[in-house]
């Protein structure tokens, strides 16, 4: 299997968690990493960390990535190599980062990797002309998704914990007018989707958080629970997912209500991520469900203030590297138990009837 892992923002901790995660060659018994972005910038945490250097097959183009070797597709071959400025942003840094993206992406629809990972970008150097977005996951959903048979839904994963987003990167000035009802039953059947297809999990329980403190109670606190979530989550039931709530968010995570559902929809991005990350920060996984690709990162960000002290923790990207593996397999066993259901091989009821019939 191929993992392409793109470079991210170079003066941030990716180069840093990238060669650290490959540091074992082993992992080649198990996956061909694939890495976009630029070799003598690897050489240069390499050198600044003092790290084992790792026997890179460096090739310009993705059709020339070798299996079973540490493979290194150079985005800019004939290019200047930037200078490293850890810790700081540069549009410099956000132009490789994006190139790195869009390489990758062509890789990934060409099927000439399997899955993608991403280190950590800088969202505001990497704006630009080709790219408009607050982040990975909608850049994605653009990209690889196919109209409104593929949108993205953003679930942060770490063992049996699943939390996915209702909205994801939205000012909290604008979350309650963009959560609607058919919003929350579209990310409720992308999620239940997701749980079975990619997760395994045979028959989801999704339990969905408030918009408001303890659920509104019933109007006193506003009434977008009662008017908004909660009928969504009654219609979605009715189409046979197993969702429940509206739960108020402080006393769900803090009794440990979460342990009992397989996944977890919040409304908006710090309601998720907050508990998350509090629970699972060190080998927490961000997936971009509803894509009909693979992609996956680790769940924190460039790491500014730690690049390039070789303090950084490789345990979320290694983490991100091994749940794009089992999410690939997971979906090719769902698909290849699907793809050729069994025939009725008996005859209808009425047929045996007529064949008991006497010529």
């Known amino acids: 299997m191929r993992i392409g892992i793109t470079h991210g923002d170079f003066n941030g901790v990716g180069y840093e968690v990238i060669l650290k995660a490959l540091s074992d060659d082993r992992i080649l018994e198990l996956?061909?990493?694939?890495?976009?972005?630029?070799?003598?910038?690897?050489?240069?945490y390499t050198r600044a960390f003092d790290l084992a250097p790792l026997s890179w097959h460096v090739v310009s183009d993705s059709s020339e990535i070798k299996n079973g070797a540490y493979n290194f597709v150079n985005i800019d071959p004939e290019g200047k190599v930037p200078e490293v400025h850890a810790g700081e942003s540069v549009p410099e840094a956000g132009a490789a980062a994006l190139e790195a993206l869009e390489q990758a992406v062509v890789a990934l629809k060409e099927?000439?990797?399997?899955?993608l990972v991403t280190a950590p970008i800088n969202k505001n150097n990497i704006q630009g002309d080709n790219f408009h977005f607050p982040g990975h996951t909608?850049?994605?959903?653009?990209?690889?998704?196919e109209g409104d048979e593929s949108k993205a839904l953003m679930?942060?994963?770490s063992g049996g914990l699943r939390v996915a987003l209702a909205t994801a990167h939205v000012p909290l000035?604008?979350?309650?007018?963009?959560?609607t009802k058919d919003g929350i039953k579209e990310k409720l059947e992308i999620f239940n989707r997701s749980l079975m297809r990619d997760f395994g999990v045979t028959h989801p329980h999704?339990?969905?958080?408030?918009?408001?403190?303890?659920?509104?109670?019933h109007g006193v606190i506003g009434s977008e629970?009662?008017?908004?979530?909660?009928?969504?989550?009654?219609?979605v039931r009715q189409a046979g997912i197993q969702a429940f709530g509206p739960y108020p968010s402080d006393g769900f995570f803090g009794a440990g209500q979460y342990q009992k559902f397989d996944g977890v929809l919040a409304m908006?991005?710090?309601?998720?991520?907050?508990?998350?990350k509090t629970l699972s920060m060190d080998e927490g996984v961000n997936f971009t469900a509803g894509l009909p690709y693979v992609r996956t990162s680790p769940d924190h960000g460039t790491g500014y203030d730690i690049a390039g002290h070789g303090e950084a923790s490789a345990d979320s990207l290694r983490a991100a590297i091994y749940t794009a593996i089992d999410i690939v397999r997971n979906r090719d066993r769902y698909d290849e138990a699907r793809i050729n259901p069994l025939v009725r091989t008996l005859p209808e009821r009425g047929h045996r009837q007529r064949d008991r019939q006497p010529d």
Do not use: M
């Open 31 to 44: 996956f061909t990493p694939v890495v976009y972005g630029i070799p003598a910038l690897a050489e240069w």
């Open 111 to 115: 099927e000439k990797i399997d899955a």
């Open 138 to 145: 909608e850049f994605l959903e653009d990209r690889l998704g």
């Open 155 to 157: 679930i942060l994963c």
């Open 173 to 179: 000035s604008e979350v309650s007018h963009a959560i």
């Open 206 to 217: 999704i339990a969905v958080l408030s918009i408001n403190p303890h659920a509104g109670d």
């Open 225 to 235: 629970d009662d008017e908004i979530v909660a009928p969504a989550i009654a219609e």
């Open 268 to 276: 908006y991005h710090d309601q998720g991520l907050i508990p998350f």
